[in-house]
């Protein structure tokens, strides 16, 4: 039996559920393709959806921000739905109905908490570095006492999660006789040449962890 | 003096305010900036945040989908918060403290409402198609009355809505002095090398406003 997150009235995909998952490693890939979600949260009763990058390790899921940040304040406690979502192109048909996205995405909802320990904070703040960037917080000016004050992690155990995707040519090769182009725009983001800060010091390489992760096409390390 | 959105508690930029406008041309330019948005919506006091593909005409926002989707039937009437976001690089600086990404992002909100007229549908979904693939509707099988049916646009008229961005590089040139690289990594969405369907028949040819947006780098029409 695959390991997966229960299926809730919350989290059971409606609209196109053929392309559903709510297995814990379908839900893991998705978060890890990506460095950028978008939290939702409510405040008075209106929602609130605010972009952040996020890092994950087993099943629970970290943002970072300033501790006096009005969104990690309002969210801790409470419950937040956590997306992430990456495009990978446009699915063109021979009838405009039939027009999609080939794209691949994760909600996941729980409880946002704030990380209070101050060890803890620091460690999930090097995980969040280091993950990104393999080795890099061992090579970087330490973090000072005041910087780590400023700064709130936040986590989260999901719940309850979803995945959707969709791959592939348009569905409609049943009208393959309208004679108009049909296909897919592949879409793809990657990172390009590394821009060294106008300021630093001839002779200071670039690590082989960051020339790496430029070449990978990944957006994070694998 | 510049056309903007008032300037609410809800929508007042806290942190970094510096990097935050509340502009009309800015809000809009992010929104075209991008073909796909968070929408965040309430469901018994529980946020949800759906991604879907968004357009905009003035200060207005559409986003479609299935007549049946929980989603669109939840938002009807409601308070939502649409969020649009770009990641343009990550930034490296010489303490993690510093680091920091590259961005443009829009945060509207709104009261989201249904198309309800046949016509004003049809012609907003013809506008969805032809702002990104322009002149294409007109050359597609043309739209039945079952799927006109199945498919419902939603509308929002921005009431409140901020911007918030990053360009440059790492902002602590003052620490320079740490024998560690620092700088960039851009980082870009892009359209690649169209992928025909297999069954299209041979000679069908890529239309010229295809190829040039493939082109043009952008992943809508400028
Ligand atoms: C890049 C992109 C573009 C999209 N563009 C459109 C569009 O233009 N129009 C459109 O109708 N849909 C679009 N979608 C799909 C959209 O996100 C929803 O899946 C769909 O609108 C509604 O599905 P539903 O009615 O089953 O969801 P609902 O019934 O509203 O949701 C029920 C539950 O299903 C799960 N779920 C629903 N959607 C997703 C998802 N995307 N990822 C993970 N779990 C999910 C959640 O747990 C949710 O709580 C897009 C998705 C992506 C990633
Ligand atoms: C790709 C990306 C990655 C990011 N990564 C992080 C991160 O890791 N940590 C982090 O702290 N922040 C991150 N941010 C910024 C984040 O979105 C918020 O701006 C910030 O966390 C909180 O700002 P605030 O306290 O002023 O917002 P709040 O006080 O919570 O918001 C007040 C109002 O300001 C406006 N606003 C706030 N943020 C934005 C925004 N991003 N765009 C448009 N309007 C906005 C809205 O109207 C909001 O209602 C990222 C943004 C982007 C686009
Ligand atoms: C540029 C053109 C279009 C694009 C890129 C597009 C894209 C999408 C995407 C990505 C979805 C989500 C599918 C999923 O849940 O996995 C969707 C759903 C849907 N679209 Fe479109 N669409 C386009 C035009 C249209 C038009 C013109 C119509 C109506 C004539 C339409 C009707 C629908 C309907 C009804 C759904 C819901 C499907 C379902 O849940 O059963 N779309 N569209
Ligand atoms: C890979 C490493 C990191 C990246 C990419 C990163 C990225 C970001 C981004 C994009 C923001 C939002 C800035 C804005 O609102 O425009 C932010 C805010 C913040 N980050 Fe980080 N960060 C990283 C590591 C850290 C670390 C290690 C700390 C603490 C030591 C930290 C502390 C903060 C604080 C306090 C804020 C809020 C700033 C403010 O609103 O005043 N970050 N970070």
């Not at 719940?159 to 182009?181: L, M, N």
Request: proline share 7%; with cysteine.
């Amino acid at each position: 039996m695959t390991e997966q997150f229960p299926v809730t009235d919350r989290s059971r995909v409606r609209r196109m559920h053929d392309r559903a998952s709510h297995a814990w490693a379908d839900v893991h890939a998705v978060l890890d393709a990506a460095p950028m979600c978008h939290v939702g949260y409510v405040i008075d009763g209106a929602p609130y959806v605010t972009p952040t990058l996020h890092w994950r390790q087993g099943n629970r899921v970290f943002w970072h921000g300033s501790s006096a940040s009005r969104f990690l304040r309002q969210a801790e406690g409470q419950a937040v739905c956590l997306t992430v979502s990456l495009m990978d192109g446009y699915v063109l048909a021979r009838s405009a109905y039939n027009h999609s996205v080939n794209y691949r995405s994760a909600m996941v909802f729980g409880r946002a908490n704030k990380i209070t320990d101050a060890q803890d904070s620091a460690a999930a703040l090097r995980e969040m570095v280091d993950s990104l960037f393999p080795g890099r917080w061992e090579t970087l000016r330490p973090m000072t006492a005041q910087e780590a004050k400023a700064t709130t992690v936040m986590w989260m155990d999901i719940a309850e999660a979803s995945v959707k995707d969709r791959v592939g040519p348009p569905g409609d090769a049943d009208e393959a006789d309208v004679p108009v182009w049909a296909g897919v725009l592949p879409m793809r983001t990657t990172l390009g040449t590394p821009e060294p800060a106008p300021e630093m010091a001839a002779g200071v390489p670039l690590p082989a962890e960051l020339a790496e992760l430029v070449a990978s096409g990944l957006l994070r390390p694998a």
